[in-house]
């Protein structure tokens, strides 16, 4: 082809060196005709008429495994850590954003509101409204999807999303019957009324509620049913461990080739500075099938090895609309298109989100899983994965539970959470959602593809899915 298109200017009446410039440009056009072949051959989802929303820059603090080296902290520190990274790495002016979400799903009461608080601590100007959300382990997905709807709506230009979780210290309350006693101690008048309450108080009174990642609906912890999950697909123990090695293994790899370009350094006072997630472990089939069960006992098939563990961390993204984002001289690095969220079953369908919402999403945007370069979908359990990726290439499914005619189909495991996932990386519940949408947005610009898709089970039933679209480079 190259032959072909030189032909004609070699034949031509000009100067040799006129020749020759001709022929560097037939081969740097041939060039990157061929590149926009092999990169851009798909159509892209812009429509007429909707404003291009865009992801400019994503962060997160190292994710640690909680009451590690972030014990002594608040939830605002580390939020307000991941948004003083993301104005050191973007180096928006601090007054340039027009509002701030956060996603949280523990919170700490004393910072109720945690985006406005961690908004104050890392200098944002104190007329930029904040506010916080909780959506379970798709909180910070619903912070991001909440910002594109303030966009969209004309309301805002560039908005902030993040979220953060901090397990290391959790609300722990008194009991009901103490707290009742508590709060009438405060109101009575006389000693006697004192007295007679404090007379009242009996050792039972003096134990403590303490949390747990259980469903108030039906009183079940996640893990439990994700263990029951596995079984009514017939994952099997093997399986899982399998899947949890990849996740840990694929991590280190990606840690080590330097991959993870979202994670910031944050001095932690009083201690080092921390720069690298601290939950990635390699470890092996035979050390991982020693382990018990941790949920379903003596004959689960859920352990510690094949679940996420308890983690703190913070996320921030910085979301703007096309035209702002270019104007401010920003380079971004993804569409943020279509996405849903869905709802169902949460006594035998809580972690089945991925499943419900992968197949709408991709209709709304007119897309099929092949035309999908990069998955990234939450990692709560190995078993929830596997369950998932069973139940999306299953017929029975899809035409029984779902009311569609045929199944989705898997993602192709060559596309699948390359550089690791929240069993490896660690999984702060409020500030998932953002890393796997950064990390959709760096892959797809990493390996070359236009399309993403984030997907991600939580607590309720309910499930969250987006479709990403690479920024053409």
Known sequence: ??????????????????????????????????????????????????????????????????????ADLMPHDLARAALQGLLNRTGIPKDAVDYIIYGTVIQEVKTSNVAR???????????????????????????????????????CDAVVAGGVEFMSDVPIRHSRKMRKTMLSLNKAKTLGQRLSLIGSIRLAHLSPELPAVAEFSTAETMGHSADRLAAAFGVSRVEQDEFALRSHTLAKKAQDEGLLQDVISFKVPGRDIVSKDNGIRPSSMEQMAKLKPAFVKPH??????????????????????????????????????????V???????????????????????????????????????????????????????????????SKVGTPAMEKFNLWGGSLSLGHPFGATGCRLATTVANRLRKEGGQYGLIAACAAGGQGHAMVIEAYPQ
């Open 300 to 341: 689960g098939t859920v352990t510690a090895a094949n679940s996420s563990f308890l983690t703190d961390g913070a996320s921030a993204v910085l979301i703007m609309s096309e035209e702002k984002a270019l104007a401010m001289g920003y380079k971004p690095k993804a569409y943020l298109r279509d996405f849903v969220y």
């Open 1 to 70: 082809m190259a032959s072909m298109l030189m032909n004609p200017i070699r034949s031509c009446s000009v100067s040799s060196s006129w020749a020759v410039r001709f022929d560097a440009l037939a081969v740097n056009l041939i060039f990157n005709y061929f590149l926009s072949v092999q990169t851009k051959s798909k159509k892209t989802l812009a429509r007429p008429g909707v404003k291009n929303i865009v992801l400019v820059e994503g962060v997160r603090t190292p994710f640690l495994l909680s009451g590690t080296t972030y």
């Open 117 to 155: 608080e961690a908004a104050l601590g890392a200098g944002f100007s104190d007329k930029i409204p904040a506010h916080t959300v909780t959506m379970a382990c798709i909180s910070s997905n619903q912070a991001m999807t909440s910002s594109v709807g303030l966009i969209a709506a004309g309301q």
């Open 343 to 405: 709802s169902q079953d949460p006594k035998d369908q809580l972690l089945l989100g991925p499943t419900y919402a992968t197949p709408k999403v991709l209709e709304r945007a007119g897309l099929s899983m092949s035309d999908i370069d990069v998955f990234e979908f939450h990692e709560a359990f190995a078993g929830q994965i596997m369950a998932n990726l069973k139940a999306m290439d299953s017929d029975w499914f899809a035409q029984t539970y779902m009311g569609r005619k």
